[in-house]
Structure formats: C-alpha cells, structure tokens
C-alpha cells in the first residue's frame, strides 16, 4: 500500500503549490494537501488537522507549513514517519514586528496587488522568475483571500521557537531551499539540519523561495528519495 504524504502548503497558498508532486509522487505515495487557512493559532491548526490524518503519515512542510510542521511534531511525533522541511526555518517571526503592518497594508491594497508588488519581488529567483509561477502564486491569494492572509500571519507572528525541537526529531528529515531563498536563506537551512539527527541538507542553484513550483522535477526526486528511507 502507497504511504500517505501529507503536503502543507504556505501562506496564501493551497494544492497549486503542490500540483507537481501530487502527480510526480502518486506512484509511490498517497500524496494529500491540507488546508492551513483556518485558525490563527499554530496549536489549534496543529490539533484539528490531526484529527483528519491516518495513524501514521510522511509529512512535508513549505515556509509556512514547514512551521506548522513543527507543531504537529510536538503534539503527535509517534505518527510521523518522515519530515520534509521546505524553504522554512525554525526559529521565531523575524518579522513579528511588521505583521499588523503587513495586513493593514494587505487590506488596503487588496490581497493580490499586496502579493505582486510587496511580496513577489522577494520570493522568486530571478533566473527562475516566468509569468506563469508569478500568476500562479498571485490567484492563490486571490483565492485564499485576506481572511487567511490575516489568520496566517497571526499564526505566524505568535508561533513557538521550534529550535529546541529539533534534537528530537529521529526521523528520516529532508531539509531543502533555494539557494537564492531571501525569506529562508541556506544558513537557516543548515542550523535546522546540523540539529536533528537523520537530516540530508540539499540546496537548489538558480532557485528562490517557492521551490516546490521553481524546480518542481528536483523536489520530487528529494522526496522521493526521503520516503525508501
């Protein structure tokens, strides 16, 4: 039987992060999006997804969902069987002090022209920038909306600082960025990966924050390399 992989996509993102490995990996795995739009706590978000997953499940994390990851390490670390940790980084908001700003100025420009003038100039790389991955990551927020954008970003600012989570982490751990990642830049990467014990640390060239639609093919082999761990 396929092994259930649980994908988290990011901030204002849903199952159009993930397209590629939804079909790259549904031969070796029952690959699964969750929606993270829900809740503006990290437990709470933590506790209810639980409640929707099977007893046992390989679990990957993009930027905001690998934060989220982390939670769902803490509260149930006997169900996961692999980690996969994806432009994200352990530590507290870097940006907790921005995060009303951020959503008033969210409200006032609306959800996708915030996106595509304050956000997008930061996340891709600029040997990787195409039009399609830039509309594609501008009608997700579109579609999530500014509800979510709100919840997220609380979530976000209030978060746990995961590093002391990371000594007891023992499964078999893919810690994985862009090398050209501004928001999760390769030291955060390799702080993650120094600390837990079963970790392969790879860093993709000619790649930005959202790997998983930058170099999707390379993504894929990582995972599924991690899961015949």
Same mark, same amino acid.
């Given at each position: 039987m396929r092994h259930p992989f649980i994908l988290l996509p990011g901030t204002l993102c849903d199952e159009r992060l993930w397209s %590629? !490995? =939804?079909n790259g990996l549904s031969l070796v795995a029952q690959p699964r999006v969750i929606d993270i739009g829900f809740a503006d706590k990290m437990t709470i978000l933590g506790a209810k997804i639980l409640e929707r997953l099977p007893p046992r499940f390989a679990l990957a994390g993009f930027s905001f969902g690998g934060i989220l990851a982390f939670e769902l390490w803490r509260q149930a @670390? !006997? /169900?996961i069987t692999h980690l996969a940790l994806i432009d994200t980084n352990a /530590? @507290?908001?870097p940006q907790a002090d921005m995060r009303a700003e951020q959503r008033q100025a969210a409200k006032r420009m609306g959800i996708g022209t915030y996106v595509r003038k304050q956000l997008l100039p930061g996340y891709l790389c600029y040997d990787a920038k195409t039009s399609d991955i830039e509309e594609t990551i501008v009608s997700m927020a579109q579609t999530s909306g500014l509800g979510v954008f709100e919840r997220q970003t609380l979530a %976000? !600012?209030?978060r746990q600082d995961s590093r002391d989570d990371l000594d007891s982490i023992t499964v078999p751990t893919l810690v994985t960025a862009g090398l050209e990642d501004k928001l999760c830049p390769p030291a955060l990467q390799w702080e993650m990966a120094d600390r837990i014990s079963d970790a392969r640390c790879e860093l993709l060239p000619q790649c930005g924050h959202f790997s998983p639609l930058e170099k999707p093919d390379r993504i894929n082999q =990582? =995972?599924?390399a991690l899961l015949m761990q």
């Open positions: %590629a !490995q =939804l @670390p !006997q /169900r /530590r @507290p908001d %976000a !600012q209030h =990582l =995972l599924s």
